[in-house]
């Protein structure tokens, strides 16, 4: 009785997958990456007996944009296929007299009920179809639980400093390599997986391919403010971070990053303030303006007080004086420092042969400079009263 049941499961089997299939997949979820491909069957279809594991070989496949349909026999991908139309499944193992000689498909379809009586009537074979969803998968927040270090570098200025930042935004990304993704990820799911089941593992991976990606924009000496204005440059550094468990691994690729804010901490933004601003006052010329601002601004305060001008004055003109930074002479630095930097430009141009026509001999500078007295008393040669810091009134104003 076994043998006859299988026998005759066999056949009916055998002859309900004769008909060939036609498989669609609506519009793909935002939220799903993978869903399994359904045979199409209507209100007028016979086809309501076949075995839905079995492609007969014959069948459609309709394959929409953004999608890419995949066909596994026995746990195998065998076909893949990303243009949009409908894709012909010519080479299955399950044979149909619609399909091909009569003749050779009727023999082969007895050979297929023969190998289903050795599995009980059962089919004794597996076959799906799969749409992979390969559409730009967008609105993936992301945001940095704890600070990451960021170097600042100006090798102009000779800055190098670590700071700590906070960054947030979100980030886009696709399905790059179907092949992987099924194989390393999906597998044979029954119906469909979803973006829910990778989202938290690609989120913390992201994040912790932040920093390393963030390096490279250090390497091109980018301030902390200008982050923002190079996504691009973000997501290229972050395809090249996640390459070997993002690309290798799953299939998957960084679209685009869009990052909404980048702050330093309050004790980093001080540093980072206060750096920039020893900088700039290692200038001559911005030192002395400082200085000389300084000094207006003391210099009326201390007349302000009746009883100790004089004393301000002198104690203001010996600190100086024991220094040796006052304007007067940061603004002779600054002119010797032009001077300079003139010199080894025409330098580097005649070396470059770049300087056109016969070089003009250099002026040789005065030997002497005239000399003034400032109304503190104190005689000088320069544009500032070296004890004062008060300009030459013979200069034009």
């Given at each position: 009785?076994?043998?006859?049941?299988?026998?005759?499961?066999?056949?009916?089997?055998?002859?309900?997958?004769?008909?060939?299939?036609f498989f669609i997949c609506e519009s793909i979820d935002k939220e799903i990456l993978m869903v399994k491909g359904q045979k199409m069957v209507g209100k007028r279809s016979s086809n309501t007996k076949g075995n839905d594991n079995i492609i007969t070989n014959g069948s459609g496949i309709v394959v929409a944009d953004g999608q890419c349909m995949i066909i596994v026999d026995q746990g195998k991908v065998v076909e893949?296929?990303?243009?949009?139309?409908?894709?012909?499944?010519?080479?299955?193992?399950?044979?149909?007299?619609?399909?091909g000689s009569f003749g050779e498909?009727?023999?082969?379809?007895?050979k297929t009920m023969g190998k289903r009586i050795t599995y009980g009537g059962d089919t004794g074979h597996?076959?799906?179809?799969?749409?992979?969803?390969?559409?730009e998968l967008i609105d993936n927040k992301f945001g940095t639980p704890n600070p990451i270090m960021f170097r600042v570098v100006d090798s102009k200025v000779g800055m190098d400093l670590d700071v700590s930042l906070r960054c947030s935004g979100v980030y886009s990304y696709r399905i790059d390599d179907p092949i992987k993704f099924y194989t390393n990820i999906a597998g044979n799911v029954t119906s469909e997986y979803r973006r829910e089941?990778?989202?938290?593992?690609?989120?913390?991976?992201?994040?912790?391919a932040l920093q390393p990606a963030l390096a490279k924009l250090s390497d091109m000496e980018l301030r902390p403010n200008q982050i923002v204005a190079?996504?691009?440059?973000?997501a290229n550094a972050l395809n090249e971070t996640l390459s070997q468990k993002w690309g290798e691994l799953r299939g998957l690729k960084v679209v685009s990053i869009a990052l909404g804010s980048v702050t330093l901490t309050d004790e980093d933004a001080a540093l980072l303030k206060n750096a920039q601003a020893d900088i700039a006052y290692g200038n001559a010329r911005m030192g002395a303006g400082a200085m000389a601002r300084a000094t207006a601004g003391a210099m009326g305060q201390a007349a302000g007080n009746a009883n100790g001008a004089m004393?301000?004055?002198?104690?203001?003109?010996?600190?100086?004086?024991a220094?040796?930074?006052?304007?007067?002479?940061?603004?002779?630095?600054?002119?010797?420092?032009?001077?300079?930097?003139?010199?080894?430009?025409?330098?580097?141009?005649?070396?470059?042969?770049?300087?056109?026509?016969?070089?003009?001999?250099?002026?040789?500078?005065?030997?002497?400079?005239?000399?003034?007295?400032?109304?503190?008393?104190?005689a000088n040669t320069g544009n500032f009263c070296t004890n004062c810091g008060a300009k030459n009134p013979f200069l034009p104003q």
């Open positions: 009785m076994g043998l006859i049941k299988a026998a005759l499961g066999a056949a009916g089997g055998a002859l309900a997958d004769q008909w060939k299939e893949v296929c990303a243009e949009p139309g409908e894709f012909t499944y010519d080479t299955s193992t399950e044979p149909s007299v619609f399909t498909a009727l023999k082969n379809t007895f597996d076959q799906r179809v799969y749409y992979i969803n390969t559409k089941e990778l989202d938290t593992q690609l989120k913390q991976e992201f994040i912790g190079h996504n691009d440059e973000v004393a301000g004055f002198m104690g203001m003109g010996m600190a100086m004086n220094s040796g930074m006052t304007p007067g002479n940061l603004y002779q630095q600054a002119a010797q420092q032009d001077m300079q930097a003139q010199q080894m430009q025409g330098q580097a141009m005649m070396g470059a042969g770049m300087v056109q026509g016969q070089a003009q001999p250099q002026q040789a500078a005065p030997s002497g400079a005239p000399t003034w007295t400032c109304a503190c008393g104190t």
